[in-house]
């Protein structure tokens, strides 16, 4: 059975801090990598995404994806009050010829002031 | 991207009764899926809605629970039949757009359902 690990968290970091987001996945074919944020009541809103080994930065974000570990992280520069949220790692996995996504339970980030 | 509404945004339903979510993407789109998401949880794939044929359900999901249509490459529904308190949850309409050499997924903003 194909699996996104995530630490649920909460992950607590001090305003300006860099916050670092983790996550595993089981399946070695696994083709593209996401990173969504969900305000509380909120549904999932594509922030990043990554599909090359190595580093992709976006503004504050850098997603990292190493497929010989099979690990993808989020890097969340400068942190602040608003990027409170929980942060879902998605894979999608190609699956008879459809890419089915694969969402991990998701990490609460809690930025202090 | 893709602009994806959902209705009803919210509905309080009695046991036994059954709700319709409509789902409307701005644009035609190939893929398009059925989430649930429990309070605190994560996501949980329902079924992907096909264009032209029967729903294609995941594991603990059934037709009869969970009757999906799929007229056009637009439009889709979802219905909860015969709920129980069990199916208090949110429920999110998801498509996958190619771009640049990959797919990304994009989400409605959700039906939130309580069955009291």
């Known amino acids: 059975q194909k699996e996104v690990e995530q630490n649920s968290g909460p992950l607590s970091v001090p305003e300006g801090a860099i916050a670092s987001l983790n996550c595993t996945y089981s399946?070695?074919?696994?083709?593209?990598f996401f990173w969504y944020r969900q305000y509380s009541g909120k549904s999932p809103e594509l922030i990043m995404f990554?599909?090359?080994?190595g580093d992709k930065e976006d503004g504050r974000f850098t997603a990292q994806l190493n497929k010989a570990s099979q690990y993808v992280s989020l890097l969340i520069r400068d942190s602040q009050p608003s990027d409170s949220a929980t942060y879902l790692c998605?894979?999608?996995?190609?699956?008879?010829?459809?890419?089915?996504?694969?969402f991990g339970r998701g990490t609460s980030l809690i930025v202090h002031p | 991207s893709a602009v994806i509404s959902q209705k009803p945004s919210r509905d309080i339903c009695q046991r036994g009764t059954s709700l319709t979510i409509q789902c409307q993407v701005d644009?035609?789109?190939?893929?398009m899926f059925w989430y649930r998401q429990q309070p605190g949880q994560s996501l949980t794939l329902i079924a992907t809605?096909?264009?032209?044929?029967?729903?294609?359900?995941e594991s603990g999901f059934v037709i009869d629970k969970f009757p999906i249509s799929r007229p056009n490459l637009t439009f889709s529904t979802l219905t909860v039949s015969n709920m129980s308190p069990e199916d208090s949850s949110i429920y999110l309409c998801?498509?996958?757009?190619?771009?640049?050499?990959?797919?990304?997924?994009?989400f409605g903003p959700g039906t939130r359902l309580t069955v009291t």
């Open positions: 809605a096909n264009q032209g044929s029967e729903a294609t359900y």
């Open positions: 998801s498509v996958l757009i190619w771009w640049q050499g990959a797919y990304e997924q994009y």
């Open positions: 399946d070695r074919g696994s083709q593209s």
């Open positions: 998605a894979v999608n996995e190609k699956t008879g010829g459809s890419y089915i996504p694969t």
């Open positions: 990554i599909y090359s080994n």
């Open positions: 644009s035609q789109v190939t893929m």
